[in-house]
């Protein structure tokens, strides 16, 4: 027998978790092109509430202790910003790495961070707690917010020859 109160209403409250925004991995590797420049693939992820669309800022580091390839030179500076759609967990940047055609030893290396997570163009806290409401926890970055690129020396150290087979000194 259904009684009087035969229908009901399901209230689905979001919790509003953000995500979590990260470098997939701390350390990456290219060699330099062989004679061209070559482009290294830089993930960055998300991990937690993915049916929202956030942005997230990326750079490279230049001047600082950590980054030894030099800007122009070595490598060619690369900042942006990244855009994860709704289901969307990854988005990648490249750096365009120069073939220099100098021996260097240690491998260089450059230096990138991430930075700024917005909700729909919002900035991180204030707007996005006021969009979805108290229960919000805001999308953060990970501790691992910054990555490592080591520029390979693909070993121009060019050709030592004599002019003779045998030298008497």
Request: proline share 3%; charged share 20%.
């Amino acid at each position: 027998i259904i009684g009087e109160n035969d229908t009901t209403t399901v209230k689905i409250t979001d919790d509003g978790d953000g995500g979590t925004f990260a470098f997939i991995t701390k350390d990456y590797s290219i060699a330099e092109g062989d004679g061209q420049d070559a482009y290294a693939t830089i993930t960055v992820t998300r991990t937690g509430h993915a049916s929202t669309n956030f942005t997230v800022d990326y750079v490279s580091l230049d001047n600082i202790p950590e980054s030894t390839a030099r800007n122009g030179t070595d490598y060619e500076a690369s900042s942006g910003t990244l855009t994860f759609l709704n289901h969307v967990a990854s988005q990648t940047f490249t750096v365009l790495v120069r073939d220099d055609h100098f021996f260097e030893y240690p491998n260089e290396v450059v230096q990138f961070s991430i930075s700024d997570v917005r909700y729909d163009g919002m900035s991180r806290n204030n707007d996005y707690l006021k969009a979805v409401g108290p229960m919000a926890r805001s999308p953060y970055i990970q501790n691992n917010n910054y990555s490592i690129l080591e520029l390979l020396d693909d070993g121009d150290v060019g050709t030592l020859s004599f002019a003779a087979p045998k030298f008497i000194v």
